[in-house]
């Protein structure tokens, strides 16, 4: 079985360093319970939102980023069993390419680069299943569409949901 795996929000933590980086610059106290069911630019000053939203254009942010809890675990078991591909919408931010390779590299070495898809569109995906975050990726999706939580996705409905790895593994493994 094909399956995709989305990055952000997914096997890495960018929501908690929007978050981190936005109290650093303006020394905020701004929490991840504040922001649930939204963007993180959507919870600071409109003077403030341009600064959050380029956080994914500054160099090393991507690179920098926290894998999420139980992915490296559950996905090496999984890359075990399934055909596993990496489909992260990278084109949007050209640093991203360079820096979401060496961040794979770093851990998740198991997956090699032949895997990864970095891309713009994820429509063109055809496979089995699809973890993200995003429903307009899973929207399109021919095969079972698995949407993993994350704060700004807490109240979307119509997809089968995971809240962790831990769950992805019940599911899949």
Same mark, same amino acid.
């Given at each position: 079985?094909? %399956?995709?795996?989305?990055?952000?929000?997914?096997?890495?933590?960018?929501?908690?360093?929007? /978050?981190?980086?936005?109290? &650093?610059? *303006?020394?905020?106290?701004?929490?991840? =319970?504040?922001?649930?069911?939204? !963007?993180?630019?959507?919870?600071? #000053?409109?003077? $403030?939102?341009?600064?959050? $939203? =380029?956080?994914?254009?500054? $160099?090393?942010?991507?690179?920098?980023?926290? #894998?999420? #809890?139980?992915?490296?675990?559950?996905?090496?078991?999984?890359? =075990?069993?399934?055909?596993?591909?990496?489909?992260?919408?990278?084109? @949007? *931010?050209?640093?991203?390419?360079?820096?979401?390779?060496?961040?794979?590299?770093?851990? *998740? #070495? *198991?997956?090699?680069? @032949?895997? &990864?898809?970095?891309?713009? +569109?994820?429509?063109? %995906?055809?496979? =089995?299943?699809?973890?993200?975050? &995003?429903?307009?990726?899973?929207?399109?999706?021919?095969?079972?569409?698995?949407?993993?939580?994350?704060?700004?996705?807490? +109240?979307?409905?119509?997809?089968?949901?995971?809240?962790?790895?831990? !769950? /992805?593994?019940?599911? %899949?493994?």
């Amino acid at each position: 079985m094909v %399956l995709f795996v989305d990055m952000d929000e997914v096997m890495a933590d960018t929501y908690g360093a929007h /978050v981190e980086i936005y109290n &650093r610059d *303006f020394q905020e106290c701004l929490t991840i =319970d504040h922001c649930m069911g939204s !963007e993180v630019w959507q919870n600071v #000053p409109e003077k $403030r939102q341009r600064s959050v $939203r =380029d956080h994914a254009r500054t $160099r090393g942010f991507f690179r920098d980023l926290t #894998p999420m #809890p139980d992915s490296q675990e559950v996905l090496k078991k999984i890359n =075990d069993q399934y055909e596993v591909y990496i489909a992260s919408a990278a084109m @949007q *931010f050209p640093n991203s390419l360079e820096e979401k390779s060496e961040w794979l590299d770093e851990h *998740f #070495p *198991f997956i090699p680069w @032949q895997n &990864r898809i970095l891309c713009g +569109h994820k429509h063109i %995906l055809n496979g =089995d299943i699809l973890i993200d975050d &995003r429903s307009y990726n899973l929207e399109k999706f021919r095969g079972r569409s698995l949407l993993f939580t994350s704060p700004h996705n807490i +109240h979307t409905q119509g997809f089968e949901r995971v809240n962790n790895w831990k !769950e /992805v593994a019940e599911k %899949l493994l």
